[in-house]
């Protein structure tokens, strides 16, 4: 009878080793077994023989023996195990199909647990199950929800421990960029994440867009990225897939889906933690403590803290910094198994951020529409703001200005597994998150008044639930499932501007109010078998259909009593007057958008209703138990949305419809017998339709505004590849190269119009997109070694991070040219195993290397956000 393989199965266990009455170490529920009581071995297999040495083979044999003459048992299949049978099983997993015929389970009386001899073969045996003796780690994954080995997994991915995670300094989302091939980061014009991969993102400024790869956390999604500000928090590893991920994980993921795995709890008592001090007066504590509650009950708690100084300084006031950071982070996680068959986990997340915005940096004046005698003074001191130099840390604000964010987020989530057989799991995860920011933030990069957005409130609300079962039959795992999403979003801006194109006839106006409000419903059936055709060839086929309805109302309205001037309402009361031949009045605090038909100021109001189909095939052949090949054909979607823009006329809130991708994609992984040389390689060719983006309107009295619009036909294509080299025990060199070909292929249609960011009529095709540069490397190189006979030992490492220049927008004009880049970090560190302790000295951007990862225009300007400069500290850690 097959069996499954846990979730969180760890990787650094013995060999032979009992599962405690409620959890193992690496916090892996009962019912992920089959069984009531369940006996686990893990090794590795070769149909040439063991890798072993004849010592660990005698150790095996031995083992076996004591094994069965204190425990007899009752064989999981139908054929009684003698000796030999039962040794060659632990080598080769005949008949087992879990982690690719590598683990064998056996079901056993209660009483054996305290008679297993563990101890004996721990030594052997903890190189295979964590890392080899050239420092090689078996990562297991859930990519597709379930456990696999990484290495056997027919499908682009990149897996990083989280050890390795907090080795690179990765502390956040965007720091991925350090460790994932292919991923990109770029911050928005009002600071919302950005993320793409392989090219594919969205790039839309608004913090209730959703994107196009979503994160989830232990399966639990992060729905819009804003909310993955505190993912990075004391995590067993972080997965990062890559290409359409809809028949699994639904839509919005046709990039990809990052999935964090947070450190589960453990059956002893583990607590631990680091303290950092950097540059700009940088402090950093994390810490958690871990262990059980009870025979059946067991709980871990994560908390972290972060602040620093402002790291900007102001070109036109050089004592005002800018860049403070105050960032409270915490996580609960709860496991409990009341019963040999039902395991509960709960999780709780929060977080809050009090840090300052940054702000951009000036690039030049470019006036939205021609300026007259009464915009003549904003043209004067535009003109008279210096363009900030290649130092990321010149910046300029509206003096006075708060640039605080209030943002906080909070989400519980219950996931329960069932064994309804041995052969049959249903799994249910049920989650709750709510979002409330305000992210204030000044992006013209002048001292000058010209687009503040003073005040931009956003409140996310997302319930979910998620219904699936899952098991074998004879060569087959399958899994069926649904899943129901609700949301309600609102999103709202108080911008105080002065720009040329803020007058309407003899009045200039402001400031002015945005505000989007939707509420979206989403409800999908999957399902997914894997066939395994032979021990080496599986087949494999999943599809989901989803439907979603989207309702919308949203207008800028008028903001209150004019910086400048007069009121929004008085200015379009008289724009809608003349347009319409009807005397108009809009009251304070009125919407001012006007109707596109009748030129009626209101609210603007709309639905968007669509469904789709996802699905993916692939193939995956053995060649041997270190070779692999595989080849995917999937599509995926990704809804359609409305967008928060200055809308005049209620036109410019016409959504972007659903887009899709295409994905065809072959790959290969491969490792030497003794792994001290590893290789991944993946080609891709994407066909993209109707990639949505954020684009330009022309109107008549305002110039270019932003509006959301469709390209009906593009492609993306390239090739990944990975190498790591072990030559010598406690030295690696890693190196990964990506290279990524976008193109368009077909202009959008009217009533859209391909126009670059000054609203000049142009043509997008043959161009690439925004912000994906077509080439990326990323190598490190690490070596340990031991200080003495003890556990005290040192490591000394370094990476790269190399960017290719890319453009930031659409139209071929070089000042929106991103410039390619490399960034070098630098590591020392001491450890002692045996203690616990550690510490590291640590530096980042060594060379200070000066970059900036968008490009802006808005109003009247164009501005850059640059990237941070160096900076260097040192860490100290402690583990029990």
Aim: glycine share 10%.
């Amino acid at each position: 009878m097959p069996l499954r393989q846990s979730e969180h199965e760890p990787s650094g266990t013995s060999a032979f080793a009992p599962i405690p009455k409620y959890r193992n170490q690496g916090g892996l529920p009962k019912s992920d077994f089959r069984g009531s009581q369940v006996w686990r071995l893990r090794f590795r297999s070769s149909p040439a023989g063991p890798r072993r040495s004849g010592k660990s083979s005698v150790i095996r044999r031995l083992s076996w023996d004591l094994f069965s003459a204190i425990c007899p048992f009752k064989s999981t299949v139908k054929r009684p195990l003698d000796r030999e049978t039962g040794y060659s099983q632990t080598l080769y997993g005949e008949e087992y199909r879990m982690l690719g015929g590598k683990t064998l389970l056996l079901s056993s009386a209660a009483m054996c647990a305290a008679l297993v001899p563990v101890s004996a073969l721990a030594q052997e045996t903890d190189d295979e199950n964590g890392a080899d003796e050239n420092g090689g780690t078996v990562i297991i994954v859930t990519a597709q929800k379930r456990a696999e080995n990484l290495a056997e997994v027919p499908m682009s991915i990149t897996a990083i421990t989280g050890e390795a995670l907090v080795t690179a300094g990765v502390s956040e989302a965007a720091d991925l960029v350090k460790v994932v091939p292919g991923f990109n980061y770029q911050q928005g014009a009002f600071g919302t994440p950005i993320l793409s991969i392989r090219g594919i993102g969205y790039a839309d400024n608004s913090a209730s867009a959703g994107p196009a790869v979503t994160a989830y956390v232990d399966q639990v999604a992060l729905p819009y990225s804003s909310m993955t500000r505190g993912a990075v928090l004391d995590l067993e590893r972080v997965e990062v897939l890559k290409g359409p991920q809809g028949t699994l994980f639904g839509m919005n993921s046709t990039g990809g889906a990052i999935n964090f795995i947070a450190a589960r709890p453990t059956d002893q008592l583990e607590f631990g933690g680091t303290a950092t001090y950097g540059r700009f007066n940088e402090f950093n504590l994390e810490g958690f403590v871990s262990g059980p509650l009870g025979d059946t009950l067991a709980a871990r708690v994560a908390v972290q803290y972060e602040t620093r100084d402002g790291w900007q300084y102001s070109t036109t006031r050089p004592d005002d910094r800018l860049g403070k950071k105050d960032f409270l982070n915490g996580r609960l996680l709860v496991d409990w198994e009341p019963t040999d068959t039902l395991s509960l986990q709960f999780g709780a997340s929060a977080w809050r951020d009090r840090s300052e915005s940054q702000a951009a940096q000036f690039i030049q004046f470019t006036p939205a529409v021609p300026v007259t005698p009464l915009t003549q003074y904003i043209a004067d001191a535009m003109q008279a703001s210096p363009p900030a130099g290649d130092n990321p840390r010149e910046a300029d604000w509206d003096a006075g200005a708060d640039l605080r964010r209030d943002d906080e987020f909070y989400q519980l989530s219950l996931r329960a597994d069932l064994d309804l057989s041995d052969d049959i799991l249903l799994t249910s995860i049920t989650a709750w998150s709510e979002f409330d920011g305000n992210q204030p933030i000044d992006i013209d990069g002048t001292a000058f008044n010209n687009f503040l957005v003073a005040e931009h409130p956003t409140r996310i609300e997302t319930f979910s639930q998620e219904l699936r079962l899952s098991g074998s039959v004879g060569n087959v795992d399958w899994m069926i499932g649904g899943n129901y999403q609700d949301e309600d979003l609102r999103e709202s801006t108080y911008t105080i501007a002065q720009g040329t194109n803020g007058t309407i006839g003899p009045f200039i106006f402001s400031p002015l109010g945005q505000l989007a409000v939707q509420n979206v419903e989403t409800a999908s059936v999957f399902g997914s078998l894997d066939f395994h055709l032979t021990e080496d060839l599986t087949l494999q086929g999943s599809i989901r259909y989803a439907s979603q309805k989207r309702d919308f109302a949203g207008c800028i309205s008028d903001a209150g009593a004019g910086v400048v001037g007069v009121s929004a309402g008085d200015a379009f009361s008289f724009l809608a007057t003349i347009l319409s031949g009807t005397p108009t009045t809009i009251p304070p605090g009125g919407c001012v958008t006007l109707d596109a038909a009748t030129f009626a100021p209101g609210l603007a109001t709309s639905s968007l209703d669509e469904d789709n189909i996802s699905w993916r095939v692939g193939i995956d052949y053995k060649l041997s138990p270190d070779a692999l090949i595989y080849a995917n054909v999937t599509r995926g979607y990704k809804a359609g949305s409305y967008g928060l823009v200055p809308a005049i006329l209620s036109s410019q809130f016409t959504p972007v419809t659903q887009e899709s991708v295409l994905a065809y994609e072959v790959g290969s992984r491969f490792s030497t017998l003794d792994e001290t040389f590893s290789f991944e390689f993946a080609a891709f060719y994407n066909d993209y339709r109707d990639k949505q983006l954020q684009g330009i309107v022309l109107t008549p009295v305002f110039g270019p505004l932003p509006q959301l619009v469709n390209i009906p036909e593009s492609e993306v294509y390239g090739f990944e590849a990975t190498g790591v080299l072990r030559p010598i025990r406690g030295l690696r060199f890693s190196l990964s190269i990506t290279h990524v070909k976008t193109k368009v292929q077909q202009d959008p249609q009217a009533p859209a119009e391909p126009r670059d960011p000054f609203g000049a009529l142009t043509s997008y095709v043959g161009e690439s997109f925004p912000n994906t540069p077509p080439w990326q490397v990323n190598a490190d190189a690490e070596y340990r070694f031991s200080l003495g006979d003890g556990g005290l030992g040192a490591v000394l490492g370094a990476s790269l991070t190399v960017r290719d220049s890319s453009p930031a927008a659409f139209g071929e004009n070089p000042i929106f040219e991103l410039p390619s880049v490399a960034l070098l970090d630098l590591r020392l560190g001491i450890e002692d195993e045996d203690a616990g302790w550690s510490a590291q000295i640590w530096g980042r951007n060594v060379t200070n290397a000066f970059y900036y990862n968008n490009v802006t225009h808005l109003t009247d300007y164009v501005s850059r956000i640059a990237g941070i400069p160096a900076t260097y500290g040192v860490t100290l850690g402690y583990r029990y």
